[in-house]
T-cell receptor, first 116, second 115 residues
Framework: AQTVTQSQPEMSVQEAETVTLSCTYD???????LFWYKQPPSRQMILVIR??????QNATENRFSVNFQKAAKSFSLKISDSQLGDAAMYFC?????????????FGTGTRLTIIP | DTGVSQDPRHKITKRGQNVTFRCDPI?????LYWYRQTLGQGPEFLTY????????KSRLLSDRFSAERPKGSFSTLEIQRTEQGDSAMYLC?????????????FGPGTRLTVL
């Protein structure tokens, strides 16, 4: 079974600064997808960024980028130019690439606080 | 609003009562998922549907839990004889399902409190 570990329960960053959230995972599969989801307080979870394991290039979405290290099974999220609206719980998630294996396996989350 | 919707948003019940939650996926999404999120944890997979067929159930889904998706549209999750350990946020998600890379879109959740 796959597991996802987020070792930072809480992080804080000054507004406009850069912060990196860590995630490691364990799997015996060679093809899979990794995700970062954001869950603002009392609001629904939204996808921040996605990485396909077969792609060597790290995914980027505007101020959000990942550092995907497949051999180390590491998948960190970098948020540049942090904004107050980035304050949320961030969850790292894993999904098998097998059709029919649909579930997302989540980590325990990192609560990100933005300091004005 | 074309997002995933869930009803009710909050439910307080007494131990031993039955509760039912509803999820309306995004139109034309044929995959629908249920997750449970307890305090301080990430969501945990419960079950998923492809159209009206329930294709996978987690071991977390005890025989007190049942989920349906009649006609492949909305879905209901029923918990019978609720226990205090059932207190959690129940999240629904849907995705289009044609490509494996399609994103799962989450609803706002139903927060269940069992007294």
């Amino acid at each position: 079974a796959q597991t996802v570990t987020q070792s930072q329960p809480e992080m804080s960053v000054q507004e406009a600064e850069t912060v990196t959230l860590s995630c490691t995972y364990d799997t015996s599969e060679s093809d899979y997808y990794l995700f970062w989801y954001k869950q603002p307080p009392s609001r629904q979870m939204i996808l921040v960024i996605r990485q396909e394991a077969y792609k060597q290039q790290n995914a980027t979405e505007n101020r959000f980028s990942v550092n995907f290290q497949k051999a180390a099974k590491s998948f960190s999220l970098k948020i540049s130019d942090s904004q107050l609206g980035d304050a949320a719980m961030y969850f790292c998630a894993y999904r098998s690439a097998d059709f029919g294996n649909e579930k997302l396996t989540f980590g325990t989350g990192t609560r990100l606080t933005i300091i004005p | 609003d074309t997002g995933v919707s869930q009803d009710p948003r909050h439910k307080i019940t007494k131990r031993g009562q039955n509760v039912t939650f509803r999820c309306d996926p995004i139109s034309e999404h044929n995959r629908l998922y249920w997750y449970r999120q307890t305090l301080g944890q990430g969501p945990e997979f419960l079950t998923y549907f492809q159209n009206e067929a329930q294709l996978e159930k987690s071991r977390l889904l005890s025989d007190r839990f049942s989920a349906e998706r009649p006609k492949g549209s909305f879905s209901t999750l029923e918990i019978q004889r609720t226990e205090q350990g059932d207190s959690a946020m129940y999240l629904c998600a849907s995705r289009f399902g044609l490509a494996i890379t399609d994103t799962q879109y989450f609803g706002p959740g139903t927060r269940l409190t069992v007294l």
